[in-house]
């Protein structure tokens, strides 16, 4: 360009100096296409005034190497000095289409070397909602280009290439900043400030009176990568991304980063970053991604507080959920390391965590230790150690704990052998396994044998009528599945002296609102003394069977099954029952003394000899359809008397009410005295 510069002035200077001998009064002179370095120019044409007017000059399309393009460019000067080897333009009015800011238009001075060794210029800038002030100067030693003042009134607009479709933005952005270079280096700062309200088309991203600040430093050699420093706070306002709201006066928020941008690759090295949030925590981190997408990340989070991070960032995604009612305390430190596309590595460390369920599904206190995980391309990482002072699952309470695991992939597994305190006694697993995590094929499986369990101080943790004897067995394949929990075979234990089974164990939703638990049991000779000493409904001596199959509960409530006790027959044991436990079976059974005798009787005995007793119960839509051991004189047995004195028990209510019945049942455990039959 400097190679024209000057025949081109001289030559246009010799025309002004004999306008009159031309006659015309304004020249034009249309220079077609034209390329510098780093720029190229179509539609280039001059008009200079011959008598009065304005010079201007007119540009079709700009284009710059890295993309840029300008249109309909146009610098008009009010006065136009050609000092020697010099261009000056006073009063200049400019305007182009630039893009993402539309029609711009300038007032401004333009003053520059022909030979490009020297430019001054400044200009205010005007656009539809944007304004602000440039000022460029260059030398020999280098350029500046200083922007001011700049405020921006319409800022969906000016992002609008940059937000997703259909995104109402409303507020206002401020900014100051600096560019300079030299040939070897650039550099420059950025300060902006941003109130801002608005969302996407779809309500899942809305901001309301959000206040932004911040700084960017930059920096670049050559045509090397550009190395950013930057700030951001926001003290004030609320966001959200669905599901997370985050108010920014309750919880405000510094972020801090270094990043290198590699302009030509469309690379973004973060060096590192940091975000402090009150109430939160720290977290610190670096990454990589380019135009294919994240290519690595790694996060460390520092003292972080449970509550904070629960009701903020993690209770969204749980609502309406089994988890979404926890109260947890505690601090948290975590790490993560994401390559490939996948995570690699994962830790957890908690430091006096406290959870609560406000269910009361679950407790748990003083969680100390560090969880480890590697992902399955990753070798297996060292065990993970876990310690909690107390704990609480379905109301069952467990004792200090101190556990080993392995977290490998979707993969966790506890080595055998451990123990799970519960109670007074514990569970002694040989297996715990849970694979599929992370998908919908979750798959847990558990066996364990149960070491005894006093059954009096358990049924008393779970709020149960107090029971004497001990729990002990063998808790055999325990499975959860798509929602199920199910007993692979046969649960075996010790109560009351005798052997409980338990088959076709299955559990719904157990952490649900509605649990649904189906079951069949047996019991084999139940030592009645021991039953009825802890209900305290009399003294019953002798043994009994007793079968509940079919039973089906729905949130612990139940609505079905088919229940029997009885006396065995051919056992030989001594066979009593106290005058209490008569009157309150008597009560329960809605039954009566068989006749006149029995009824005096009563009166005069403590305790009765019988043959056998039993109940039954099949519960069906609410109703209990009665039975006893034996058919009697249009009604059952539920005692059959032995020698003398003799005393016969008959129910005549075949179909009973549940709700009634088990008010009854609760009204006899609650008396302290035994009720007085006339």
Request: hydrophobic share 40%.
């Amino acid at each position: 360009m400097a190679r024209i510069a000057y025949p081109l002035v001289l030559a246009l200077l010799s025309l002004v100096a004999t306008p009159h001998a031309m006659a015309v009064d304004r020249l034009s002179l249309d220079l077609g296409s034209v390329t510098g370095e780093g720029w190229h120019t179509e539609g280039l044409s001059l008009h200079l005034p011959l008598r009065d007017g304005d010079t201007e000059i007119r540009i079709d399309t700009l284009r710059l190497d890295d993309g840029t393009e300008l249109t309909g460019l146009s610098l008009r000067c009010g006065t136009l000095e050609l000092p020697a080897g010099g261009l000056r333009c006073e009063a200049g009015t400019l305007s182009a289409t630039l893009p993402h800011l539309g029609k711009v238009h300038g007032e401004g001075r333009l003053a520059l070397r022909l030979d490009g060794s020297r430019l001054d210029t400044r200009w205010q800038l005007t656009a539809d909602s944007i304004e602000g002030h440039l000022t460029v100067r260059s030398d020999p030693n280098g350029w500046t280009l200083d922007l001011t003042r700049l405020r921006v009134s319409d800022p969906g607009g000016l992002l609008a290439d940059w937000l997703p479709a259909g995104t109402d933005l409303e507020g206002e952005l401020s900014a100051d900043g600096r560019l300079t270079g030299d040939g070897q280096r650039t550099r420059g700062w950025l300060e902006w400030r941003a109130e801002l309200s608005g969302q996407d088309a779809t309500g899942r991203l809305a901001a309301e009176g959000l206040r932004l600040g911040g700084r960017l430093m930059a920096h670049r050699r050559g045509t090397g990568p550009w190395a950013l420093r930057a700030s951001l706070d926001s003290e004030q306002g609320q966001a959200y991304a669905e599901p997370v709201f985050l108010d920014l006066a309750e919880h405000p928020a510094r972020l801090t980063a270094g990043v290198d941008w590699e302009a030509t690759e469309g690379a973004w090295d973060v060096r590192h970053f940091t975000l402090r949030q009150q109430g939160q925590g720290e977290l610190t981190g670096q990454g990589r991604l380019d135009r294919t997408g994240l290519r690595t990340l790694s996060l460390r989070l520092r003292d972080g507080r449970a509550d904070g991070l629960y009701a903020v960032y993690l209770h969204p995604w749980l609502l309406g959920g089994n988890l979404d009612q926890l109260q947890p305390r505690g601090r948290l430190d975590a790490r993560l390391e994401w390559a490939d596309g996948a995570p690699q590595v994962a830790e957890v460390t908690a430091r006096g965590l406290q959870l609560d369920d406000a269910q009361q599904r679950f407790a748990l206190r003083d969680f100390t230790g560090q969880l480890l995980w590697h992902g399955a391309d990753r070798e297996a990482p060292p065990q993970s150690r876990l310690r909690w002072r107390e704990a609480r699952l379905l109301q069952l309470p467990l004792g200090e704990t101190a556990l080993r695991l392995t977290a490998h992939g979707r993969e966790l597994r506890l080595p055998p052998g451990q123990r799970l305190p519960i109670v007074d006694g514990a569970l002694r697993v040989h297996q715990l396994r849970l694979s599929g995590l992370g998908t919908d094929q979750l798959d847990i499986r558990f066996e364990a044998d149960i070491l005894p369990i006093d059954l009096r101080a358990l049924t008393t943790a779970l709020d149960w009528p107090p029971l004497s004897g001990t729990l002990s067995g063998r808790l055999p394949e325990l499975s959860y599945r798509d929602g199920r929990l199910g007993l692979g075979g046969t649960l075996i234990a010790q109560v009351f002296g005798g052997l409980l089974r338990v088959d076709q164990l299955s559990l719904e939703d157990p952490f649900g609102p509605a649990p649904v638990l189906r079951a069949d049991l047996r019991m084999r000779s139940w030592d009645l003394d021991s039953f009825t000493e802890v209900l305290e409904l009399g003294r019953i001596e002798g043994y009994a069977h007793a079968d509940i199959l079919g039973l089906h509960l729905i949130g612990w409530e139940p609505v079905a099954f088919d229940a029997r006790i009885w006396s065995p027959e051919g056992t030989g044991e001594r066979r009593r029952i106290s005058q209490r436990a008569v009157e309150n079976i008597t009560q329960i059974g809605g039954s009566t003394p068989a006749d006149w005798v029995s009824r005096q009787v009563l009166r005069f005995f403590d305790t009765f000899r019988y043959r056998r007793l039993g109940i039954s119960c099949r519960l069906e839509g609410g109703v209990c359809h009665m039975g006893g051991v034996a058919p009697a004189n249009g009604g059952y047995y539920l005692i059959e008397g032995r020698a003398l004195p003799r005393l016969n028990i008959i129910g005549f209510a075949t179909e009973v009410s549940w709700p009634a019945l088990r008010e009854q049942i609760g009204q006899v455990l609650a008396q302290e005295e035994a009720p007085v039959v006339d």
